[in-house]
T-cell receptor, first 115, second 110 residues
Framework: SAVISQKPSRDICQRGTSLTIQCQVD?????MFWYRQQPGQSLTLIAT?????????ESGFVIDKFPISRPNLTFSTLTVSNMSPEDSSIYLC????????????FGPGTRLTVL | QKEVEQNSGPLSVPEGAIASLNCTYS??????FFWYRQYSGKSPELIMF????GDKEDGRFTAQLNKASQYVSLLIRDSQPSDSATYLC??????????FGKGTMLLVSP
């Protein structure tokens, strides 16, 4: 498995501001993903963070709103830009260590509240 | 469009009983399947994965896969109140992402 940490664990932000969430893994991983989970809802994939190139975004998510970086095989950031109360959610980093069976592990999550 | 379907529940079982959680998937190309447990306010935790038809056991947990019926299940024996959580089923088709179901809430009463 992989040990994943996220910072911050939670934050309360004002409308119109931006927040950058960091995800650090204790070993090199093949793939890193960012998900959003709103209260009582299932997981929604935001994007796949690609090492050294632009992230691959899912339908409904755009780079201007959710810029993502992945400078190496153990670290990624997700920025939530120009926040509104609708962005209040839990943001989860997920990693896939290998290339075989699709196994993914999740970080502890960042709970974001936008006022 | 690839889909994974789960009954949202809640599934209520008494302590000590067997809890049976079920999942169906639409993509016949799916290669492996995962069960995650998610406690309220926490992130998903991988419990088991299975990729061959039949049963796979790990402690009190048994995953079952029937590719012909496109059906995956998770059995929890001797259910405990601490097993109360939402269980997410996910399928992997060899593309970049897992396809997750919406989860089944399990409630184990003492």
């Amino acid at each position: 498995s992989a040990v994943i940490s996220q910072k911050p664990s939670r934050d309360i932000c004002q409308r119109g501001t931006s927040l950058t969430i960091q995800c650090q893994v204790d070993s090199q991983v093949t793939m890193m993903f960012w998900y959003r989970q709103q209260p009582g809802q299932s997981l929604t994939l935001i994007a796949t963070a690609n090492q050294g190139s632009e992230a691959t975004y899912e339908s409904g998510f755009v780079i201007d709103k959710f810029p993502i970086s992945r400078p190496n095989l153990t670290f990624s950031t997700l920025t939530v830009s120009n926040m509104s109360p609708e962005d209040s959610s839990i943001y989860l980093c997920s990693v896939r260590p290998g290339q075989g069976d699709g196994t993914q592990y999740f970080g502890p999550g960042t709970r974001l509240t936008v006022l | 469009q690839k889909e994974v379907e789960q009954n949202s529940g809640p599934l209520s079982v008494p302590e000590g009983a067997i809890a049976s959680l079920n999942c169906t998937y639409s993509d016949r190309g799916s290669q492996s399947f995962f069960w995650y447990r998610q406690y309220s306010g926490k992130s998903p935790e991988l419990i088991m994965f299975i990729y061959s038809n039949g049963d796979k056991e790990d402690g009190r947990f048994t995953a079952q896969l029937n590719k012909a019926s496109q059906y995956v299940s998770l059995l929890i024996r001797d259910s405990q109140p601490s097993d109360s959580a939402t269980y997410l089923c996910a399928a992997y088709s060899g593309y970049s992402t897992l396809t997750f179901g919406k989860g089944t809430m399990l409630l184990v009463s003492p």
